[in-house]
Protein backbone atom coordinates (compact mmCIF):
# COMPACT_ATOMS: atom_id res chain seq x y z
CA UNK A 1 0.00 0.00 0.00
CA UNK A 2 1.70 3.47 -1.22
CA UNK A 3 1.18 6.48 0.72
CA UNK A 4 -1.31 7.71 -1.25
CA UNK A 5 -3.14 4.88 -0.20
CA UNK A 6 -2.26 5.17 2.95
CA UNK A 7 -3.20 8.77 3.36
CA UNK A 8 -6.81 7.50 2.18
CA UNK A 9 -7.41 5.10 4.55
CA UNK A 10 -6.35 7.25 7.20
CA UNK A 11 -8.72 10.03 6.47
CA UNK A 12 -11.76 7.29 5.62
CA UNK A 13 -11.02 5.58 9.32
CA UNK A 14 -11.53 8.82 10.89
CA UNK A 15 -14.54 10.04 9.37
CA UNK A 16 -17.33 7.93 7.78
CA UNK A 17 -15.77 4.51 9.46
CA UNK A 18 -16.37 6.12 12.56
CA UNK A 19 -19.92 7.01 11.28
CA UNK A 20 -20.25 3.23 10.26
CA UNK A 21 -19.75 2.27 13.51
CA UNK A 22 -21.88 4.32 15.15
CA UNK A 23 -24.56 3.43 13.26
CA UNK A 24 -24.16 -0.48 13.79
CA UNK A 25 -24.22 0.19 17.00
CA UNK A 26 -27.53 1.86 17.27
CA UNK A 27 -28.83 -0.44 14.46
CA UNK A 28 -27.87 -3.63 16.88
CA UNK A 29 -28.56 -1.67 20.11
CA UNK A 30 -24.62 -3.11 21.30
CA UNK A 31 -21.09 -2.61 19.80
CA UNK A 32 -20.15 -5.61 17.60
CA UNK A 33 -16.23 -6.41 16.74
CA UNK A 34 -15.52 -5.35 13.08
CA UNK A 35 -12.46 -6.52 12.07
CA UNK A 36 -11.92 -4.32 8.92
CA UNK A 37 -8.66 -5.69 6.40
CA UNK A 38 -7.07 -2.25 5.49
CA UNK A 39 -4.54 -3.79 3.27
CA UNK A 40 -6.99 -6.01 1.58
CA UNK A 41 -9.18 -3.31 0.75
CA UNK A 42 -6.30 -0.83 -0.66
CA UNK A 43 -5.68 -1.39 -4.30
CA UNK A 44 -2.65 0.68 -5.65
CA UNK A 45 -4.04 2.91 -7.95
CA UNK A 46 -7.28 3.32 -7.04
CA UNK A 47 -7.57 5.44 -4.36
CA UNK A 48 -9.66 8.13 -5.89
CA UNK A 49 -12.48 5.68 -5.58
CA UNK A 50 -12.23 4.47 -1.95
CA UNK A 51 -14.34 7.54 -0.85
CA UNK A 52 -17.20 6.17 -2.75
CA UNK A 53 -16.33 2.54 -3.33
CA UNK A 54 -15.87 0.85 0.76
CA UNK A 55 -19.52 2.51 2.07
CA UNK A 56 -21.03 1.30 -1.07
CA UNK A 57 -19.46 -1.72 -1.32
CA UNK A 58 -19.00 -3.06 2.30
CA UNK A 59 -20.63 -0.64 4.84
CA UNK A 60 -23.98 0.28 3.39
CA UNK A 61 -25.21 -3.06 2.51
CA UNK A 62 -24.51 -4.53 5.73
CA UNK A 63 -26.24 -1.36 7.69
CA UNK A 64 -28.94 -1.80 5.73
CA UNK A 65 -29.36 -6.21 5.63
CA UNK A 66 -29.14 -5.37 9.91
CA UNK A 67 -31.69 -2.70 10.03
CA UNK A 68 -34.00 -4.94 7.91
CA UNK A 69 -32.89 -7.84 10.18
CA UNK A 70 -33.62 -5.37 13.28
CA UNK A 71 -36.81 -3.56 12.32
CA UNK A 72 -38.09 -5.87 15.04
CA UNK A 73 -38.06 -6.76 18.92
CA UNK A 74 -37.42 -10.64 17.47
CA UNK A 75 -34.81 -9.82 14.73
CA UNK A 76 -32.84 -7.44 16.88
CA UNK A 77 -32.66 -9.74 19.76
CA UNK A 78 -31.74 -12.97 16.97
CA UNK A 79 -28.61 -10.41 15.94
CA UNK A 80 -28.02 -8.87 19.18
CA UNK A 81 -27.35 -12.93 20.92
CA UNK A 82 -25.90 -14.54 17.58
CA UNK A 83 -23.54 -12.03 15.40
CA UNK A 84 -20.29 -11.37 18.02
CA UNK A 85 -17.74 -10.03 15.26
CA UNK A 86 -17.77 -9.24 11.20
CA UNK A 87 -14.60 -9.33 8.91
CA UNK A 88 -14.62 -7.18 5.96
CA UNK A 89 -11.79 -8.15 3.69
CA UNK A 90 -10.99 -8.93 -0.18
CA UNK A 91 -9.29 -11.76 -0.17
CA UNK A 92 -10.94 -13.92 -2.70
CA UNK A 93 -11.40 -11.35 -5.37
CA UNK A 94 -15.12 -11.74 -5.18
CA UNK A 95 -17.50 -9.19 -6.95
CA UNK A 96 -20.70 -11.49 -6.86
CA UNK A 97 -23.39 -10.27 -4.31
CA UNK A 98 -24.76 -13.81 -3.99
CA UNK A 99 -21.16 -15.10 -2.67
CA UNK A 100 -19.66 -12.18 -0.51
CA UNK A 101 -20.77 -13.23 2.52
CA UNK A 102 -20.34 -15.87 5.08
CA UNK A 103 -22.02 -16.31 8.36
CA UNK A 104 -20.38 -19.11 10.88
CA UNK A 105 -19.92 -19.39 14.93
CA UNK A 106 -20.93 -15.99 15.31
CA UNK A 107 -18.85 -14.33 12.72
CA UNK A 108 -19.94 -12.62 9.36
CA UNK A 109 -17.41 -12.46 6.49
CA UNK A 110 -17.70 -10.08 3.93
CA UNK A 111 -14.81 -10.42 1.04
CA UNK A 112 -15.40 -8.45 -2.03
CA UNK A 113 -13.07 -6.52 -4.16
CA UNK A 114 -13.06 -3.31 -3.11
CA UNK A 115 -13.94 -0.94 -6.51
CA UNK A 116 -16.10 -3.58 -8.64
CA UNK A 117 -19.78 -3.52 -8.70
CA UNK A 118 -20.23 -0.86 -6.68
CA UNK A 119 -23.70 0.36 -7.35
CA UNK A 120 -25.15 -3.61 -6.78
CA UNK A 121 -25.61 -2.23 -2.60
CA UNK A 122 -29.48 -3.25 -2.68
CA UNK A 123 -28.11 -6.74 -4.21
CA UNK A 124 -25.45 -7.46 -1.07
CA UNK A 125 -27.92 -6.24 1.11
CA UNK A 126 -30.63 -8.56 0.03
CA UNK A 127 -27.48 -11.53 0.18
CA UNK A 128 -26.95 -10.89 3.57
CA UNK A 129 -30.01 -10.28 5.01
CA UNK A 130 -30.76 -13.92 3.23
CA UNK A 131 -27.79 -15.12 4.99
CA UNK A 132 -28.09 -13.91 8.13
CA UNK A 133 -31.88 -14.51 8.70
CA UNK A 134 -31.60 -18.27 7.20
CA UNK A 135 -29.10 -19.32 10.09
CA UNK A 136 -30.38 -17.43 12.72
Wanted: aromatic share 8%; proline share 3%.
Amino acid sequence: MGLAERRIVKAFQESAYENFLTAMKKVIGKDVEIDVAWDTLAEDGMSHLYEEAWPQVYFEPLIKALESICSDDMGKEAISESLEKVIIKNEEGISSPSSWSSFENGILNLDHKPTTNIHYIDDRAKAVQTLLENSL
